[in-house]
Nanobody, 111 residues
Framework: QVRLVESGGGLVQAGGSLRLSCEAS????????MGWYRQAPGKQRELVAS???????NYADSVKGRFTISTDNAKNTMDLQMNSLKPEDTGVYYC?????WGQGTQVTVSS
C-alpha cells in the first residue's frame, strides 16, 4: 500500500488553468501504473489520464490536448496540468497508484 495525498484543486473560471499534485509515500517502482481519475456529481468515476513508470501516457478523449500528466521521481509526485478548463471538467479528482487511492481534491470550473 502507498499513501497518496492530492493538492491543488479549487475554483476557476472556464478557460483557466489548475495544476493538481499527488504526493506518494514511496518512490515510483518499475511496473507502477499511475493515473488521475475524476468523479462528477451523479456520475461514475472515470479515468482522465495515466502514466506508466516508463513514461507512457494515455488521456481520455475529452481532455486530450488540454491536460498533461507527469511525474517527478525525485519528489515522489505525480502532477496533472489542466489548461483550457471547461465546466464539464468539474468534479472530485483522485490520484491512484496500483491499488491505492488518494482522498480526492475538488475542482470546480465556473462558466
Amino acid at each position: 500500500q502507498v499513501r497518496l495525498v492530492e493538492s491543488g484543486g479549487g475554483l476557476v473560471q472556464a478557460g483557466g488553468s489548475l495544476r493538481l499534485s499527488c504526493e506518494a509515500s514511496r518512490s515510483i517502482f518499475s511496473g507502477d501504473v499511475m493515473g488521475w481519475y475524476r468523479q462528477a456529481p451523479g456520475k461514475q468515476r472515470e479515468l482522465v489520464a495515466s502514466i506508466s513508470s516508463g513514461g507512457i501516457t494515455n488521456y481520455a478523449d475529452s481532455v486530450k490536448g488540454r491536460f498533461t500528466i507527469s511525474t517527478d521521481n525525485a519528489k515522489n509526485t505525480m502532477d496533472l496540468q489542466m489548461n483550457s478548463l471547461k465546466p464539464e471538467d468539474t468534479g472530485v479528482y483522485y490520484c491512484k497508484i496500483r491499488f491505492s487511492w488518494g482522498q480526492g481534491t475538488q475542482v470546480t470550473v465556473s462558466s
